[in-house]
């Protein structure tokens, strides 16, 4: 586990991601103990669904994961980070990412656009130390520890986790999202967890990340074989799913997003469920 490092962002141990979240259940989060809400899915450049949720709460930070640079234009992102730094200084991480290249028309090497995109964050005063980029492979996740605070790679292991810190190195913010399904039946958990990873099969950064894990062609071909969903898609009893999640912090993970495949209405009972077994303090 890694040492609290000074400036590193401080999202607590475990967070929560998801779609998206309301006011009242960020303030539930907050309450079981949770240190982050995550908020995924290309939001628009806008954000303005932020604020609601830093005023429900006190301490929680927010992010995004992420904000996706072939769609949210640096100049607007920037306007809206300065936006909610100013009102809620220290609480909202702009997370950024290349998403998904093979949905947009105008494609442009992810790389190259990555850092253009950062550089404009840089001109616009976008602190390094309040952004994060969503990274996988070596190149990018580098590229995180020089040009943000770190690193928050998705759809990963505990294996990715541990060969991420040494890249990165010690300073840089390590937060990988996981899944979880809480049941401990294991072909109900693989049906819904297939059905959350139906698309990533068909994207290039995320197959190729999984082959440098050692997976095969065949594995990682939809709906992708048992070994792949299993390492990616924690279940079993609230013990055993904290205790594969606590594997990222063991690896070198500072925070771990976690993201419950429920419905929305059970989101927080779930979080609930699983606070106690991660250890963490309820106010």
């Known amino acids: 586990m890694t040492d609290s490092v000074p400036g590193k962002p401080n999202l607590g141990r475990f ?33 303005a669904w932020v604020e609601p949720i830093l005023e429900a709460t006190t301490t929680l930070q927010v992010a995004t994961g992420i904000v996706n640079i072939w769609t949210a234009p640096a100049k607007p992102v920037a306007d809206s980070f300065h936006r909610i730094d100013k009102a809620y200084p ?7 990412g290349v998403g998904h290249p093979e949905a947009h028309t105008e494609y442009r090497k992810p790389y190259e656009a990555l850092t253009e995109y950062l550089d404009r964050l840089d001109d616009y005063g976008v602190p390094a130390s309040r952004r994060v980029v ?11 520890a020089q040009r943000a605070a770190g690193a928050h790679p998705y759809l990963t292991t505990p294996e990715h986790t541990a060969r991420a810190r040494e890249l990165i190195g010690p ?45 095969s062609d065949e594995e990682i071909t939809k709906p992708g074989s048992d070994r792949l969903v299993d390492s990616l898609v924690a279940y079993g009893t ?40 991660l250890g963490l303090n309820p106010s």
């Open 171 to 215: 300073e840089a913010l390590l937060a990988p999202e996981h899944k979880v399904v809480l049941t401990t039946d294991p072909e109900k958990a693989r049906t819904v967890g297939r059905r959350a990873l139906d698309i990533y099969f068909q994207l290039a950064n995320y197959r190729n990340n999984w082959k440098r894990l050692g997976f």
């Open 238 to 277: 609230p013990d055993q799913i904290a205790a594969r999640l606590t594997e990222h912090l063991d690896a070198g993970a500072d925070h771990v997003p976690v993201q419950v495949l429920t419905k929305d209405e059970n989101l927080v009972p779930a979080l609930a469920e699983l606070a106690g077994p």
């Open 134 to 144: 969503a990274a996988l492979g070596p190149r990018v996740l580098k590229l995180s």
């Open 90 to 96: 220290g609480r909202f991480l702009l997370g950024i």
């Open 15 to 47: 967070g929560s991601f998801g779609r998206g979240v309301t006011p009242a259940q960020a303030k539930e989060i907050e309450s079981l103990g949770y240190g982050a809400v995550w908020v995924g899915g290309s939001p628009p450049a806008e954000l």
